[in-house]
């Protein structure tokens, strides 16, 4: 029987140590790389697409 990875892709995220300061962070470090892999896999090419999708599916 094979073994199937049970956590999701959002709690792996959350796993990373976040190096800000903490009166810097205006987002969770998570949400930043969960934003950034789905605009990626929709075809964003560079950081500017990143926000602009990033802003788009705020709500």
Known sequence: M???PTTSIIKHFET???PRIERHK????GDIFFI???AVIA???GWVAVAELG???EK
Not at 26 to 29: E, M, N, R
């Open 2 to 4: 094979e073994n199937h």
């Open 16 to 18: 990373i140590k976040d």
């Open 26 to 29: 205006k987002y969770k470090l």
């Open 36 to 38: 950034t892999f789905c």
């Open 43 to 45: 075809g964003a090419d």
């Open 55 to 57: 802003k788009a599916k």
